[in-house]
Every structure is written in structure tokens, then in C-alpha cells.
């Protein structure tokens, strides 16, 4: 069973910097690939996605000119450089990925479109 694998959470003041990672656990490739993140008490949601190819991009509203997500497919990796981080940006963040789906021509933010998931990686922003 192939896993995703979070790296580069951690603890930083409010308007500091992160660098998340995440690559497959085994010899394998994604294609469309996100970032989620749930904070305590709510719902998973959506963060940003990437499309196969890297050139197209998507955000949510409340990340928009603050993060950006970006590949190296050479690594097979995925990035979310996350700047003027705030207090409600504090949740965990989940990659995830598809095999089959390529571009961002879909319901890229929806959870049900991902085949593999990982398991997180804790981002804590303090005021």
C-alpha cells in the first residue's frame, strides 16, 4: 500500500515560514497532487493542488499570496511553502494523491478525489 510522507511541520511565531514535504513511501508516482489541513475542532479542507505537470496551480481563498505549492517530479516531490504564517493557520496538514487524474480540470478539492493520503504533519503558528 503505497503512503504519502509529510515532512517539515513544526512550531513558528505568526508571520514566520515553513516548508512542507511529501513524497511517496514507496517507487511509486502521483499525479494530481494537494495539500489539506484540518484545525482542531473542524472539518479536513482543502489547502492547494498541483497538476501533474506542475504548471498549473489552484489555492484556497485564505492562502492565496501566502502559500505555493510546487514539485520536483525528478524527486517525486511535493512542496507547500507556507510565508506570513497566522495563528489560524495552526492545524495538521495532509498530502495527498491520485495516479490517474492529471490536471485541474476537476473536483481537485474535494478529499474523494485523492487515492493515498498521508498522515500528517503538525503546523503550529503562535501569536
Known amino acids: 500500500q503505497v503512503q504519502l510522507v509529510e515532512s517539515g511541520g513544526g512550531l513558528v511565531q505568526a508571520g514566520g515560514s515553513l516548508r512542507l514535504s511529501c513524497a511517496p513511501s514507496?517507487?511509486?508516482?502521483?499525479?494530481?497532487m494537494a495539500w489539506f489541513r484540518r484545525a482542531p475542532g473542524k472539518e479536513r479542507e482543502f489547502v492547494a493542488a498541483?497538476?501533474?505537470?506542475?504548471?498549473?496551480?489552484e489555492y484556497a481563498d485564505s492562502v492565496k499570496g501566502r502559500f505555493t505549492i510546487s514539485r520536483d517530479n525528478a524527486k517525486r516531490t511535493v512542496y507547500l511553502q507556507m510565508t506570513s504564517l497566522k495563528p489560524e493557520d495552526t492545524a495538521v496538514y495532509y498530502c495527498?494523491?491520485?495516479?490517474?487524474?492529471?490536471?485541474?480540470?476537476?473536483?481537485?478539492?474535494?478529499?474523494?478525489?485523492?487515492?493515498?493520503w498521508g498522515q500528517g504533519t503538525q503546523v503550529s503558528v503562535s501569536s
Open positions: 498541483i497538476s501533474a505537470s506542475g504548471i498549473r496551480t
Open positions: 514507496e517507487r511509486t508516482f502521483t499525479e494530481l
Open positions: 495527498a494523491g491520485d495516479r490517474t487524474t492529471y490536471s485541474l480540470s476537476g473536483a481537485y478539492y474535494r478529499e474523494d478525489t485523492y487515492e493515498y
